[in-house]
């Protein structure tokens, strides 16, 4: 079945990446036997193994600072110039050409992204250098620490996870990789068993280690970083490719300050055609909502450097891919290896997760978790006291002042409490007498108009017929209090009206509701219209004579809707 949904999954670019696959054979010995014709190079290499590239021949530029610190050029040029000449399917991060016999349902079925292209990409494959002009230039320390690579896995693709560990070794000045620690969760796919094993000792570097059950990803990093030996160390998803001179300035920012915990750029690749893209915004501070999502806003101008280039503060990281020395993570108590929930370490470093965080870390402030998910104040969060400890022991400050002086960014984007919507409840149509509604609460799926839910008492926030009117001026699934994260889209004054992601960035999700009853849409000088033959949402040229244009909220404040409109009717 064609898959129609492009869906972009996170991949570590300025230094690398997610994404990944799965062999649908998992035989090593068809693997070990094929040849990459598809870019020079690509043929493998003695015993069936494809050559790790890069002597790291680089041209020595040193320069001494005002600091006295030597500062030196860790580009490898050689392996660039061999990356840049590569050509073929997947090189230089270009989208690989697809059939639909390459969409069939099972290319996607265990990973979410297509094992057929996968398997068809060299493991070398070369990637666009999509660094600002400044980063080219750049001169690192020239005594930086060495790192252990930490590369936790479970049943993970033959191909990803070699990908990942070529383009460490392809794009990495070896001096600096004390060792590759793989760590497998309890996998029980063949091909990542005796043949995994077979061939990574042709990588004296490499480790493999392996739990005696399911651990879970937090323990299962913890495994490899109790068994680091290197002075930084450095996680990585099972499912990434590192790009050019990715590791000089994440063992930069710690050589300057073993205390900094170093993130770096994450990147897209299109989990269909594997083409390599910036992500959106580019740029941007983590930071979360109040249900606990990590989320990115722009930098402050009050932190914006002159040099685009130059690294900024984050309260709160990505999680899959950070640099941090290896004595102080175990000094801060490593994991909190109760986090069992997919995420959890997005917010571990930062101050830990869910329950667990609010309940040991935010303090007052875990009162505005509790409101958007009740579900959390009856559920248990395990025993902990050694998390309290830990805090009481670190002499950590309190949560108020790190929303003051850390994240004080934060509530402009997602304010604790939620300020007054605009409209909200049922959208009724004036001409036909339907309602909007949404039957799959997910990005791509279309708003339909359906007989208006009636009964006894009010419609539950859950239901496709809730919709907020926010303010942000998107249009959002559920009450006030309780919104999805999908928003109303559209893209052109005729395209249908769909759910997307919601990015509080305006843009195609800006709407305003107007005094002739219309939602306008002003990126495409556009209004919603309606077909009850059809059931169809759409958007059309605006007409207000035009019944089917016309809308009618169950509640409104009319207050924030002047404000909203203020200047623009």
Known sequence: MRRKEKRLLQFAGLLIAALLFLPNVGLWSLYRDRMFDN?????????????????????????????????????????????????????????????????????????????????????????????????????????????????????????????????????????????????????????????????????????????????GLIRTRLLGAAAAKGEVITFLDSHCEANVN???????????????????????????NFGYDTQAGDAMRGVFDWEMYYKRIPIPPELQSDDPSEPFESPVMAGGLFAVDRKWFWELGGYDTGLEIWGGEQYEISFKNLKRVAEVWMDEYAEYVYQRRPEYRHLSAGDMTAQKELRSRLNCKSFKWFMSQVAWDLPKHYPPVEPPAAAWGKIRNVGSGMCMEIKHFVSGSPIRLESCVTGRGEVGWSHGQVLTFGWREDIRVGDPIHTRKVCFDAVSHNSLVTLYDCHGMKGNQLWRYRKDKSLYHPVSNGCIDSSPSERRVFMNTCDPSSLSQQWLFERTNATVLEHFNRGTD
């Open 246 to 272: 990715w590791l000089p300035p994440l063992l930069d920012r710690i050589a300057q300050n073993r205390k900094t915990i170093v993130c770096p750029m994450i990147d897209v690749i299109d989990h269909d």
């Open 39 to 215: 870019s020079p190079e690509t043929a493998d290499g003695p015993g069936g193994f494809p050559p790790i590239q890069g002597l790291n021949q680089m041209r020595k530029v040193t320069h001494v600072g005002v600091d006295g610190v030597r500062r030196t050029d860790w580009h490898d040029y050689e392996a660039m110039r061999r990356d840049a000449a590569r050509i073929g399917n997947g090189e230089q991060g270009k989208p690989f050409p697809l059939t639909d016999a390459d969409r069939v349902d099972q290319a996607y079925r265990e990973n979410g992204f297509n094992i057929y292209i996968s398997d068809r990409i060299s493991l070398n494959r070369s990637l666009p250098d999509i660094r600002h002009l400044n980063c080219k230039q750049k001169l690192y320390v020239e005594k930086l620490p060495n790192t252990s690579i930490i590369i936790p896995f479970h049943n993970e693709g033959w191909s990803s996870l070699l990908r990942t560990v070529h383009s460490v070794f392809n794009r990495s000045p070896p001096q600096l990789i004390a060792e590759v620690i793989l760590v497998d969760d309890f996998s029980d796919k063949e091909h990542l068993k005796v043949a995994l094993e077979e061939y990574m000792l042709r990588l004296p570097k490499v480790r493999i280690l392996r739990t005696k059950k399911r651990e």
